[in-house]
């Protein structure tokens, strides 16, 4: 089936260490986005890219780093330069730029 | 810009309607329609362009007023399964921004 896959669902990361969340499509969507989404509050987008080895901040892109190497792999790096890395992150997809977006399952981050 | 919704947030009694609106300050290409349940990822509802016609998904409809940049989403007869966080999501007509709202709380009492 057609889809976008994140892992893990959940991870514990200690403070000072940097942890990288895994967003695959098989959907052959050219744009793939990062949504964080706090307890109770919106999505607030991270990064998001268009086209392969090309990618754009957000509105809260500060502590994070991407990567669009291949046109269906979009991994997300929580730096340790993020102050409150804890929340539900999204990483989304969508054949190009504003069409309809399609959200993975989420990967809960912890710090411990 | 963060488009404009409201209510914040609703309660209902199963089979009672309801509107949520959404707004925004700038000329809009789109509006994209999403629900949430909780811990869930959300999923995609509707989409409608400029130009285009009101939209329905079952007992769910929604339009788009071009002139006021707003759109509403229609929740007839409300289920328990409607319960969830309603986001707009609006483009604008650049092409460039598309943007999440804040949500809308729904929820469906028995």
């Known amino acids: 089936d057609g889809g976008i896959t994140q892992s893990p669902k959940y991870l514990f990361r200690k403070e000072g260490q940097n942890v990288t969340l895994s967003c695959e499509q098989n959907l052959n969507h050219d744009a793939m986005y990062w949504y964080r989404q706090d307890p109770g509050q919106g999505l607030r987008l991270i990064y998001y890219?268009?086209?392969?080895?090309?990618?754009q901040k957000g509105d809260i892109a500060e502590g994070y780093s991407v990567s669009r190497e291949k046109k269906e792999s979009f991994p997300l790096t929580v730096t340790s330069a993020q102050k409150n890395p804890t929340a539900f992150y999204l990483c989304?997809?969508?054949?190009?730029?504003?069409?309809?977006?399609?959200f993975g399952e989420g990967s809960w981050l912890t710090v411990v | 810009q963060q488009p404009v919704q409201s209510p914040q947030a609703v309660i209902l009694r199963e089979g009672e309607d309801a509107v949520i609106n959404c707004s925004s300050s700038k000329a809009l290409y789109s509006v994209h329609w999403y629900r949430q349940k909780h811990g869930e990822a959300p999923v995609f509802l509707m989409i409608l362009l400029k130009g285009g016609e009101q939209k329905g998904h079952e007992k769910i409809s929604a339009s788009f007023n071009e002139k006021k940049q707003q759109s509403s989403l229609y929740l007839t007869a409300s289920q328990l399964s409607y319960s969830g966080t309603y986001f707009c999501g609006a483009q604008d007509n650049y092409g460039q921004n598309f943007v999440f709202g804040p949500g809308t709380r729904l929820s469906v009492l028995p």
């Open positions: 890219s268009q086209i392969v080895n090309d990618f």
């Open positions: 989304a997809s969508s054949m190009g730029y504003g069409n309809t977006i399609y």
